[in-house]
């Protein structure tokens, strides 16, 4: 009888270290699940945002007819933007469907676990009654053959009075888990309705954006060639502007070398102290970490060559970072460092150059500055305020960065807002 009771208890506890198993299997990949959903919510989050901010920074337009060309290149963005946000809704939506289908194996998993569990219990319960009395257990351990077989009897009852407990136990807390998991599971559920919801306003929102873009493409097409010269005209605007700041670094590098000893003539850098080695040394090893150029923003325009947004076969080059902000917003500087220069742009706009060892970060398009030449500036420090287009609305910051005189891409230095 105790071999018999024995096994059964073995099978038993066996039959539970297999469920712990599978349920750890099962939970595992419901965690990865929610890790990868929880990446895809923080970049619908950010994608949200940066509508918000293009809706807030980008649509000032005061001059319909003057701003035709801006605003379809701000739909465009928003319209691309929106795709993603579309996008990553679908893979979130995807994820948390088969979230909800692996908690649905979990949940009959636990309900399956829980009937043999309450069965198991009930059986036990009505077996301990029927032999509840001293009586009867005095009987059965004076039954017993000799004092070995009555020990091991003995210790039968206990274990057996232990394992009801534990049963009873286990029950409570598969109960309580299976509440909290079905809790979750609704939670889930109207998660995935809500982002249902969401995909369906950002289609409707996209399909009417399509439809203004159109019109705003066949108005546009009406004067093409005159915004093709506009665009052309603006863009040697710059690379005048470019030039001029080029020959500004390489005469300041020129002057440094004089300053110092012959030695660093060959050298094509500035002839640094320690002190600006150093500082040069910590810019270098903020890479990627630095500060955006403005507290609140939007990038309008990335660096190198691409082709013009709305205009077929114009090519942009951009010689550094454009961010769109708010009216009457500030530059602010990326690291400490020092003034090198302030130019001052056509249209009586103003550049500053801040000097970070042989790196230069250049703050273009702003009304007024701050600071002047020779200063020493930290990291955030407010420098002028930035432009404001009185025909667009809209508020540019050009942002170019240098080592020397050769041109860097600013989007791997500083982090995005």
Do not use: C
């Amino acid at each position: 009888m105790i071999s018999v009771n024995s096994k059964i208890w073995i099978n038993k506890s066996l039959s539970l270290h297999k469920f712990i198993i599978v349920s750890f299997f099962l939970l595992f990949s419901v965690v990865s699940s929610a890790q990868s959903r929880q990446d895809l919510e923080i970049q619908r989050i950010k994608l949200q945002k940066e509508i918000k901010e293009i809706n807030s920074l980008l649509f000032r337009s005061q001059q319909k007819e003057k701003t035709l060309l801006s605003d379809l290149s701000d739909l465009n963005k928003r319209i691309r933007v929106r795709t993603k946000l579309i996008e990553t809704i679908n893979q979130e939506t995807k994820q948390i469907s088969k979230e909800i289908k692996e908690n649905q194996k979990e949940v009959d998993l636990l309900q399956d676990r829980l009937e043999v569990l309450k069965k198991d219990y009930a059986k036990m319960v009505v077996q301990s009654y029927k032999s509840k009395t001293k009586q009867s257990r005095l009987m059965f351990l004076l039954s017993s053959k000799d004092f070995l077989q009555a020990y091991k009897r003995m210790e039968y009852i206990k274990q057996y009075n232990d394992y009801r407990e534990k049963q009873g136990e286990e029950i409570k807390i598969e109960t309580v888990k299976l509440q909290n998991l079905n809790d979750y599971l609704k939670e889930t559920k109207s998660e995935k309705e809500a982002l249902l919801l969401a995909n369906t306003k950002e289609k409707d929102s996209i399909h009417k954006e399509k439809i203004s873009r159109e019109s705003l493409v066949k108005s546009v097409k009406k004067k093409e060639k005159k915004y093709t010269a506009q665009i052309r005209k603006k863009q040697q605007a710059e690379k005048v502007i470019d030039k001029k700041i080029e020959k500004l670094i390489r005469e300041a590098i020129a002057r440094s070398k004089k300053k110092n000893n012959k030695k660093n003539i060959k050298s094509s850098g500035f002839a640094l102290t320690p002190e600006a080695r150093k500082l040069e040394k910590d810019f270098l090893s903020n890479k990627g970490k630095l500060p955006s150029p403005v507290k609140r923003g939007v990038v309008v325009r990335h660096f190198g060559k691409q082709p013009h947004p709305t205009l077929k076969g114009i090519i942009i080059e951009s010689n550094g970072v454009f961010y769109a902000t708010e009216k009457g917003a500030n530059a602010r500087v990326i690291f400490n460092g020092k003034v090198l220069a302030i130019q001052v742009l056509p249209g009586k706009k103003k550049a500053v150059l801040v000097q970070h060892g042989n790196y230069i970060s250049v703050y273009k398009n702003l009304d007024n500055v701050t600071v002047k030449k020779g200063d020493l500036v930290s990291t955030k420090q407010e420098l002028g305020k930035i432009h404001t287009d009185r025909t667009t609305g809209k508020t540019i910051l050009a942002f170019v960065l240098f080592k020397e005189v050769q041109r860097q891409n600013p989007e791997l230095w500083v982090y995005k807002i």
